[in-house]
């Protein structure tokens, strides 16, 4: 939105506040609020927050199959309690799993067939920033466990890995209720929930393929080990990329993507069995890669 400045005496600029932002924290005449400066950037903060507490109620099936994504969802849109109603008992211990990917979530009631959900922390916007960079940064760290596991044929590191990918998950459902429950411009929040949806696909693609190597006691061969390197150097370029938009580092980026698409098809057309299926996860993660090119330019 745009607001025309005014002139109040010799020196003195004077902007209006949005009514609907004054409504919201009950910003009265009279009151102080804060005003930094980040960036270039003025951020005026009320000192007050929006006292209405989101909630929802849920009923819940023992074996129903979306249980957690149902939590997920609620968490990721910024709800702060959920009631949950059970048709049949279900144990404590299964939804304190179900809490370990979300960060602030507690249970806080426990009645037969009945459990009460709240988040006893706040969110931040100041915390999605380093948040992101923590998903870039755990991101890269596991393309290269898994290509330091797959050197050594170290298939007890695969199992370990998926460890990893559930802090992975914490953080991302972490960043989206940040943006969905602080952010108001609904561009950004698009764009931002797309940027950490393709991270959040990469990390489960990686754990996939860690679960087949594992299970299926997989050796690659140097001609995907090679590959593979090269897939993790462009990552890293990509994550340079998303903080530093140079458009001549994009070509070059774009250029290195496209030739390796063409390179692990044709090492596709080569490769048959356990082999190929390493070569599918890699032109997966290749092509959220692309999605997440394609969205910062």
């Not at 074996?63 to 968490?75: A, G, S």
């Not at 959900?117 to 916007?125: A, D, F, G, H, M």
């Not at 797309?194 to 190597?213: N, P, S």
Request: aromatic share 10%; net charge neutral.
């Amino acid at each position: 939105m745009k607001r025309k400045v005014s002139k109040i005496g010799p020196a003195t600029l004077m902007v209006s506040l949005p009514s609907k932002w004054v409504k919201k924290y009950g910003v009265k005449k009279g009151d102080e609020v804060e005003i930094n400066e980040t960036k270039g950037n003025i951020v005026i903060s009320s000192g007050k927050s929006n006292q209405e507490i989101k909630k929802a109620s849920l009923v819940i099936e023992k074996k129903d199959y979306f249980f957690k994504r149902m939590l997920i969802w609620h968490y990721k849109q910024g709800y702060d309690e959920l009631e949950l109603h059970f048709k049949d008992e279900l144990p404590i211990s299964t939804i304190k799993e179900k809490l370990d990917e979300l960060l602030g979530f507690e249970i806080v009631e426990v009645k037969q067939n009945y459990c009460k959900l709240r988040c006893i922390s706040t969110v931040k916007e100041d915390e999605f920033e380093p948040m992101l960079k923590r998903i870039f940064i755990l991101t890269s760290s596991m393309l290269k466990d898994t290509m330091l596991a797959i050197e050594k044929n170290d298939f007890e590191k695969f199992h370990e890995l998926s460890v990893l990918e559930k802090t992975h998950d914490k953080l991302t459902n972490f960043c989206q209720r940040i943006i969905n429950t602080v952010y108001e411009n609904r561009e950004m929040i698009a764009y931002q929930n797309f940027i950490i949806d393709m991270l959040e696909q990469i990390a489960d693609q990686l754990d996939d393929m860690c679960k087949r190597i594992h299970a299926g006691k997989i050796k690659t061969n140097e001609d995907i080990k090679y590959y593979f390197n090269v897939l993790i150097e462009l990552f890293d370029e990509l994550n340079i990329l998303y903080y530093n938009r140079r458009h001549d580092k994009l070509l070059a980026f774009r250029t290195k993507r496209l030739e390796l698409f063409d390179d692990l098809f044709a090492l596709l057309e080569k490769n048959s069995g356990k082999q190929s299926i390493i070569i599918h996860y890699l032109l997966n993660i290749l092509e959220l890669m692309m999605h997440i090119e394609t969205a910062v330019y």
